[in-house]
């Protein structure tokens, strides 16, 4: 018998017996379907949680610390093979105000000192401008501007009782260019020396809404100037590394060589971190949670299968005189059996096709509805803004649960098919 004539004779048992077809073929998508859409609950969040990551931080970026008082070699670690840049970052250990004024606004920002040529070979972008080449030059975050308010616009916060809700306020133009005075202000209310600085770069944005970026980068050249600065007006005197706390960034030159440069700096007795790794440990609990829930998936599918296995052991049992004749007329047992899993794999492939279309129709569903219903019922809000995924179903995904799927429809056709190579022909000829 040709392959298409087995394609034929199965069509025509299909359509003999479709309301028992068309119920069991409904049981194997249901099934199936509910195996994807659980499953793409994990791919979807692993998703979102992962782009987060991403958002947040460079992956290239590894922060390093020191393990004893001896800190960190730099010659070292700018040495090995793949790091691009080594900048140090320093902030106030003091409890230290910083004074911004622009004309007729004031405000207050982060103040970090930083070393730029390392910020450049690093390839850290900036939103506007370019890198400061002298020492009165600096960069601001992204944000400053609007942290800066005039008289009437402060008290109008106060008045209204939103101090920390600036956004439509502030200096709404771009701060480029402009020259920025800088004082600080120590605990027992006295003034440091007001300095001018030139903004000659702007920070990138940050990656969400309700980020603030009111960082102000002066250049390391600038650290004793600020300190004698403090020492001039405190009460008492300190030391340049009690005065400061500094911290140290390695940039690797790509992605695939951050493991290597963990491994080196580990391996020099360094405390280090990479969003990498807290990547590496989501992905871990994502497989568990991932394999867990098509485990459950799985069980749905081969409770549909019972519905497969029924069908074709009473297909069997109707066409005992039909495979009688089969074999009278020199069918084999092969062919005979082939033809049953042939329609129980027909059973599985239509089935599992449908689901996989009703899938992806309930996965764009969730992600367009969830969002905003979550969004009203909660008071906080913010999921529709945070563009948090609830569904996704990669191709692995489909792949997966397309062998799951038909191999259990074969699978529980097996059994029905060999039944049907032992009918004895004799016998199934006298049968009615």
């Known amino acids: 018998m040709l392959f298409r004539d087995q394609i034929d004779f199965v069509r025509q048992h299909v359509k003999r017996n479709r309301m028992r077809v068309f119920t069991t073929i409904l049981a194997t998508t249901m099934g199936c379907a509910f195996l994807i859409v659980l499953a793409s609950i994990a791919f979807g969040l692993q998703e979102s949680l992962k782009n987060d990551i991403l958002s947040d931080s460079a992956v290239t970026k590894i922060e390093v610390y020191g393990n004893d008082e001896k800190g ?33 606004r004031s405000g207050s920002g982060e103040m970090v000192f930083t070393n730029f040529k390392e910020q450049q070979k690093a390839k850290i972008k900036l939103s506007a401008g370019t890198y400061p080449t002298k020492a009165d030059e600096i ?10 308010l005039t008289k009437k616009e402060e008290q109008s916060a106060k008045e209204e009782g939103k101090k920390e809700e600036k956004n439509n306020k502030g200096y709404q ?24 600085y030139k903004i000659v770069g702007i920070g990138e944005k940050p990656s969400k809404e309700w980020a603030m970026d009111t960082s102000i980068q002066i250049s390391d050249a600038m650290k ?20 400061y706390n ?52 799985t069980i749905a599918v081969l409770i549909a299968s019972i519905g497969i296995f029924n069908t074709m052991t009473m297909a069997v049992t109707e066409r005992t005189r039909e495979i009688g004749v089969m ?61 948090i995924r609830f569904s996704t179903i990669p191709w692995e995904l489909v792949v997966i ?32």
């Not at 799951?404 to 009918?423: F, N």
Request: glycine share 6%.
């Open 173 to 196: 133009h771009s701060l480029l260019g402009k020259t920025i005075s800088l004082s600080f202000t120590l605990e027992n209310e006295k003034h440091t020396k007001v300095r001018q």
């Open 327 to 387: 074999k009278a007329i020199g069918a084999g047992p092969k062919l005979i059996q082939r033809l049953f899993i042939m329609e129980s794999a027909y059973i599985g492939v239509l089935g599992t096709v449908i689901a996989i279309i009703i899938s992806y129709i309930i996965s764009f569903l969730a992600n367009l509805a969830l969002p905003k219903i979550l969004d009203a019922v909660l008071s906080d809000g913010g999921i529709e803004e945070a563009g």
């Open 139 to 148: 960069i601001v975050g992204y944000n400053l501007g609007q942290n800066l």
């Open 72 to 104: 960190i070699d730099q010659k070292a670690v700018k040495a090995i093979p793949n790091v691009q840049a080594l900048v140090e970052t320093t902030q106030f250990n003091e409890p230290l105000t910083a004074n911004v004024k622009l004309e007729n």
């Open 224 to 243: 004793s100037n600020i300190l004698n600065d403090y020492n001039g007006i405190a009460d008492k005197k300190v030391q340049e590394k009690d005065f």
């Open 246 to 297: 500094v911290s140290y960034n390695a940039y690797a030159t790509d992605m695939e060589a951050v493991k290597s440069v963990l491994k080196k700096l580990k391996a020099m007795n360094l405390s280090v971190y990479s969003v990498t790794e807290q990547l590496d440990q989501l992905n871990v609990f994502f497989l568990a949670l991932k394999v867990g829930l098509i485990f459950v998936g």
């Open 401 to 432: 649960a397309s062998l799951i799927s038909i191999g259990v429809a074969v699978l529980s056709g097996w059994r029905p098919a060999r039944k049907a190579t032992k009918i004895d022909v004799i016998q199934a000829l006298h049968q009615e």
